[in-house]
């Protein structure tokens, strides 16, 4: 079998195992599935979940694409003309309670074609990271240690790499640099050196994924039933509107989507139901929601000890 044949059985059957565990701690809504057919090649199947007791809203999207590259791609990758073939697992899930984080995740297999269909790159890539309202530092190092334990095995200098690189990508730049939340692991253009390291990145995507349900269900688990009201639902909706200007002006795989004519009810699904913009909002002095802000920068999760 091979990489991207094993890679797409895998994400397949992740999405399942994903969905089946959020069902499980909602106790109500249950994932709807819609298959769709991309007209120059490929198509993915979308599981979206809404009106939950405990998401809001969410999706779970695997693709399998293929085609001609467009040319606005052949300037991103400096090649001419070319065909490629994209495989992946992509989901966003927000949840109702506002005390719950909102999270992302992306595992991707990519290959490049030249005119004569032999193949003249390939590249893994993907990461899972945190966009809480209010912060609880034992949530952040929870979830940023499960990531480290699963990728110590593959290196130990590994997680520290791929933390910085999602400290730095997951940037609203025009906000004075604010990060999106707190981040997790973030890395691109993994690319194998022969078919042995090909098939330890295909373990590493593996690990990555395999830990996003014990990264995450735990503070999910911690926080659903935690009393909330109005005001944190409208902080809530304004971080929210922050999630939205980082998808829509800044993320490469949302870009990516749009510009090879993926399909864009799934490639936008990452937007939350409700957001909010309030002119030039600060929140008072002293309160969670000004905690919050203290934390949206680079910090040393995995390494904070317990209290």
């Known amino acids: 079998m091979s990489i991207k044949e094993a890679f ?19 106790g109500k809504a249950r994932f709807e599935e819609d298959r769709w057919t991309r007209p120059e090649g490929g198509g993915g199947l979308s599981r979206v979940i809404t009106g939950g007791n405990v998401f809001e809203k969410g999706g779970v999207n695997t ?3 293929h085609g001609d590259l467009p040319a606005t791609m052949q300037q991103a990758f400096n090649v001419g003309q070319s065909r490629f073939f994209a495989c992946g697992l992509s989901l966003v899930i927000h949840p109702l309670n506002p005390y719950v984080p909102t999270v992302h995740a992306n595992w991707r297999y990519f290959e490049l074609y030249d005119q004569n269909d032999q193949k003249i790159d390939s590249w893994f890539g993907g990461g899972s990271d945190l966009t809480p309202y209010y912060v609880f530092e ?5 979830f940023h240690t499960t990531l480290k334990k699963a990728m110590d095995p593959f290196g130990e200098e590994l997680y520290p790499l791929y933390k910085k690189h999602c400290d730095e990508y997951f940037v609203n730049k025009h906000r004075q640099h604010e990060t999106r939340g707190i981040g997790g ?6 690319r194998p050196k022969d078919k042995e390291d090909a098939a330890r990145l295909l373990r590493f995507q593996q690990a990555n994924g395999n830990a996003f349900l014990p990264a995450y269900l735990p503070v999910v688990e911690k926080r659903k039933d935690m009393a909330w009201g109005e005001a944190q639902q409208q902080w809530q909706e304004i971080r929210r509107g922050r999630y939205v200007e980082f998808n829509l002006i800044h993320d490469r795989g949302t870009l990516f989507g749009l510009k090879t004519n993926g399909r864009t009810e799934s490639i936008l699904m990452s937007l939350p139901p409700r957001a909010r913009w309030l002119y030039n909002y600060q929140p008072p002095a002293g309160t969670p929601e000004a905690k919050l802000l203290e934390y949206l920068k680079p910090r040393a999760w995995a390494e904070l000890s317990e209290p």
Do not use: K, M, P, W
């Not at 797409?8 to 909602?26: F, K, M, R, S, W």
């Open 138 to 142: 034992e949530d952040g190092r929870h």
């Open 185 to 190: 692991v973030f890395y691109d253009y993994l």
């Open 63 to 65: 693709s399998l694409v």
């Open 8 to 26: 797409n059985q895998y994400i397949l059957g992740l999405q399942t195992t994903i969905c089946q565990a959020l069902e499980e701690v909602d």
